[in-house]
């Protein structure tokens, strides 16, 4: 009895000095960074650290911050929206360039507010050699200054709940945004910081001119409203945020081009202009053309752009043709609506019925041309009297009344993606149904276009009767009063009103140059 109480006293004694050891024995060596991971957290800490995704994909790739806020079209190429439009990231042109263009980031913004990380206890602080040196403040880094607090307001705007910015014009409000607080506060930031510095060289008819009525209205009509703006534009590069290179392609098509040849002798042209203004001037170059845009309506602008080094690439490229199967990037280029002016007086085109007093279920009057619009003619011309598709009108028969006595509006592609027909129908009052592929419709960065359009694949034209009657009277009514209310966007004006759609073209350009930062090579003192 004596032994075995002898051996327990020596097991008490014995136990608590392997546990001790065993425990030791588990910890890691000083300065070790091994960590236990537990499989439960496994995944995500594998995804922490893996490589991160290339340049080239990112630029391509724009990031979605939900299905809410993405209008997504054709072979599902989607235009940015606010949360994605601060967020994004593409790659900089070219790294080994004196200066760099940059994407924000979250960690951006914070640096920005004077956060930084703390030394750990562990680590010994490193001493400096030499007195830090101070960095010389350029204009460039006021500028990024301004757009760096522009990025934070409307973040702000876009998160915020409660009282709405007063405005004496228009309020941004209702379903037709998707966030209307975030638009509002990114125009009026707009407004208070955004210069446009022109190009000067180039003589008309080529450069600084262009047409102001026809299909490509909007070409001439923004170059010549920029070159006499006096809010937006400033006479000194120094100032601006973006250059505008400002060649008119129908200009060159009209009086250089030659029937039965190829375009090359337009790209030439191009070419040889970029080439000129990177020789002149110092902007291009710093940036390789990122923060630089040009504007066309003409079919061949985006081939002919190809010509110019980096100016497809990387400038930012307002066009009518935004087909994303043919190199438009709505992380960067800008969907410009298509226009077709053919009188002095804007006041006429605008107007219609009330929703109940329109008889025709839906509408379509023009050429059977292109990929989409066989389509559309195979099954429903002369086939059904609630969907009058029609080649051509019959003399004396009013293309405007009839739009205005629609519901529904048919706006399927030509030889390209976009159409004159979708701002014909928001001025008349009719509910636009866009029938493309690969095509981004403008200003899809603000505007929920499903909250005011019909969006038809392709595959669903034989299906079209059934899509629009299957519409509910209520729903349909919303509809077409969201349709009146964002026509206003697509208004021109002589001068431009506020929220028209030159500002509205301005407001896309100033999106993509908010997400971008461009830096100088580091002048030290």
């Given at each position: 009895?004596?032994?075995?109480?002898?051996?327990?006293?020596?097991?008490?004694?014995?136990?608590?000095?392997?546990?001790?050891?065993?425990?030791?024995?588990?910890?890691?060596?000083?300065?070790?960074?091994?960590?236990?991971?537990?499989?439960?957290?496994?995944?995500?800490?594998?995804?922490?650290?893996?490589?991160?995704?290339?340049?080239?994909?990112?630029?391509?790739?724009?990031?979605?911050?939900?299905?809410?806020?993405?209008?997504?079209?054709?072979?599902?190429?989607?235009?940015?929206?606010?949360?994605?439009?601060?967020?994004?990231?593409?790659?900089?042109?070219?790294?080994?360039?004196?200066?760099?263009?940059?994407?924000?980031?979250?960690?951006?913004?914070?640096?920005?507010?004077?956060?930084?990380?703390?030394?750990?206890?562990?680590?010994?602080?490193?001493?400096?050699?030499?007195?830090?040196?101070?960095?010389?403040?350029?204009?460039?880094?006021?500028?990024?200054?301004?757009?760096?607090?522009?990025?934070?307001?409307?973040?702000?705007?876009?998160?915020?709940?409660?009282?709405?910015?007063?405005?004496?014009?228009?309020?941004?409000?209702?379903?037709?945004?998707?966030?209307?607080?975030?638009?509002?506060?990114?125009?009026?930031?707009?407004?208070?910081?955004?210069?446009?510095?022109?190009?000067?060289?180039?003589?008309?008819?080529?450069?600084?001119?262009?047409?102001?009525?026809?299909?490509?209205?909007?070409?001439?009509?923004?170059?010549?409203?920029?070159?006499?703006?006096?809010?937006?534009?400033?006479?000194?590069?120094?100032?601006?945020?973006?250059?505008?290179?400002?060649?008119?392609?129908?200009?060159?098509?009209?009086?250089?081009?030659?029937?039965?040849?190829?375009?090359?002798?337009?790209?030439?042209?191009?070419?040889?202009?970029?080439?000129?203004?990177?020789?002149?001037?110092?902007?291009?170059?710093?940036?390789?053309?990122?923060?630089?845009?040009?504007?066309?309506?003409?079919?061949?602008?985006?081939?002919?752009?190809?010509?110019?080094?980096?100016?497809?690439?990387?400038?930012?490229?307002?066009?009518?043709?935004?087909?994303?199967?043919?190199?438009?990037?709505?992380?960067?280029?800008?969907?410009?609506?298509?226009?077709?002016?053919?009188?002095?007086?804007?006041?006429?085109?605008?107007?219609?019925?009330?929703?109940?007093?329109?008889?025709?279920?839906?509408?379509?009057?023009?050429?059977?041309?292109?990929?989409?619009?066989?389509?559309?003619?195979?099954?429903?011309?002369?086939?059904?009297?609630?969907?009058?598709?029609?080649?051509?009108?019959?003399?004396?028969?009013?293309?405007?009344?009839?739009?205005?006595?629609?519901?529904?509006?048919?706006?399927?592609?030509?030889?390209?993606?976009?159409?004159?027909?979708?701002?014909?129908?928001?001025?008349?009052?009719?509910?636009?149904?866009?029938?493309?592929?690969?095509?981004?419709?403008?200003?899809?960065d603000v505007l929920k276009w499903k909250s005011f359009a019909v969006i038809i694949s392709l595959e669903d034209i034989p299906n079209l009767k059934k899509i629009l009657m299957g519409i509910p009277d209520r729903q349909y009514i919303k509809m077409q009063r969201r349709a009146v209310q964002v026509a206003r966007h697509f208004q021109i004006n002589t001068p431009p009103k506020r929220f028209d759609v030159f500002h509205m073209i301005l407001h896309s350009i100033w999106l993509r140059r908010i997400n971008i930062?461009?830096?100088?090579?580091?002048?030290?003192?």
């Amino acid at each position: 009895m004596a032994n075995s109480s002898s051996s327990f006293r020596i097991l008490l004694y014995v136990l608590p000095s392997v546990l001790v050891l065993g425990l030791i024995s588990l910890l890691p060596p000083k300065g070790s960074s091994w960590a236990m991971i537990s499989p439960s957290s496994s995944n995500t800490n594998v995804d922490a650290v893996k490589a991160p995704p290339s340049a080239s994909q990112m630029r391509d790739k724009p990031l979605k911050s939900g299905s809410d806020m993405v209008a997504g079209h054709g072979d599902k190429k989607e235009a940015i929206s606010y949360g994605a439009v601060l967020n994004f990231s593409t790659s900089p042109p070219q790294a080994e360039q004196a200066s760099q263009v940059q994407q924000f980031s979250e960690s951006d913004d914070a640096a920005s507010r004077g956060n930084s990380s703390s030394p750990s206890i562990n680590e010994s602080p490193s001493l400096p050699l030499s007195p830090k040196r101070r960095r010389v403040k350029t204009n460039l880094d006021k500028l990024e200054i301004g757009l760096l607090q522009a990025r934070a307001a409307i973040r702000a705007a876009a998160a915020a709940n409660g009282s709405r910015v007063q405005d004496p014009d228009y309020i941004p409000s209702g379903p037709i945004y998707l966030n209307a607080k975030a638009f509002h506060r990114s125009y009026l930031e707009m407004e208070k910081r955004f210069k446009i510095f022109v190009y000067r060289e180039g003589d008309p008819p080529l450069f600084h001119d262009g047409p102001c009525y026809n299909l490509y209205t909007i070409e001439g009509i923004f170059i010549n409203k920029l070159q006499i703006d006096k809010h937006f534009q400033t006479q000194d590069p120094e100032n601006a945020h973006v250059f505008f290179l400002p060649y008119s392609v129908f200009g060159m098509v009209h009086y250089v081009w030659k029937k039965g040849t190829y375009f090359t002798a337009i790209g030439n042209i191009i070419k040889d202009y970029v080439e000129l203004i990177a020789r002149k001037h110092q902007y291009f170059n710093r940036s390789l053309g990122t923060d630089h845009f040009m504007l066309s309506c003409h079919d061949w602008a985006p081939i002919t752009s190809l010509y110019a080094p980096h100016l497809a690439e990387n400038s930012i490229r307002a066009l009518c043709n935004a087909n994303s199967s043919e190199g438009f990037n709505p992380v960067k280029d800008v969907s410009v609506p298509e226009i077709n002016l053919k009188i002095n007086k804007l006041d006429t085109l605008i107007g219609g019925l009330s929703p109940s007093k329109r008889s025709i279920l839906a509408f379509f009057a023009g050429g059977n041309h292109g990929p989409v619009r066989p389509l559309v003619f195979k099954h429903w011309e002369n086939k059904d009297p609630d969907i009058q598709v029609h080649n051509h009108l019959r003399k004396g028969v009013s293309y405007q009344n009839l739009m205005r006595s629609s519901k529904f509006c048919l706006c399927p592609s030509g030889y390209e993606v976009a159409s004159p027909r979708i701002t014909e129908s928001l001025y008349n009052g009719c509910v636009p149904v866009l029938i493309s592929k690969s095509y981004v419709p403008p200003f899809s960065d603000v505007l929920k276009w499903k909250s005011f359009a019909v969006i038809i694949s392709l595959e669903d034209i034989p299906n079209l009767k059934k899509i629009l009657m299957g519409i509910p009277d209520r729903q349909y009514i919303k509809m077409q009063r969201r349709a009146v209310q964002v026509a206003r966007h697509f208004q021109i004006n002589t001068p431009p009103k506020r929220f028209d759609v030159f500002h509205m073209i301005l407001h896309s350009i100033w999106l993509r140059r908010i997400n971008i930062r461009v830096n100088e090579r580091n002048k030290l003192l």
